[in-house]
């Protein structure tokens, strides 16, 4: 990850509202290689998405078939030809819960 533009940040509650409906949504800036992005959550089954806007446009760009900024899932989850299933991303959430996603 370069440190340009934001991320942008898509939580899910359940497989009913993948991909469209986030349960919660954050942004913050692209300003290191590393970042670490607080979010109140109560316990529960989540799955996020995320991605660097680069150019501002709130949009993930593609190249073709091909993402042109990075993303990444909760677990890492990646799919096949398109978005991993949401039961691959979900992850339980407690109390002291971390998750750590790499963007691609």
């Not at 990444?72 to 979900?90: C, E, I, T, V």
């Amino acid at each position: 990850m370069n440190s340009k533009g934001e991320l942008l940040i898509a939580i899910y509650s359940s497989a009913e509202s993948y991909p469209q409906s986030p349960y919660k949504t954050a942004m913050a800036k692209a300003d290191s290689l590393t970042k670490t992005v607080l979010i109140d959550l109560p316990e529960g089954s989540y799955g996020i998405s995320l991605f660097q806007d680069v150019n501002g446009n709130k949009t993930l760009d593609f190249n073709g078939y091909i993402p042109s900024e990075k993303y990444g899932f909760s677990n890492n989850a990646r799919g096949q030809m398109g978005l991993p299933a949401f039961k691959d991303a979900a992850f339980l959430l407690k109390s002291d819960s971390k998750q750590y996603i790499t963007v691609h």
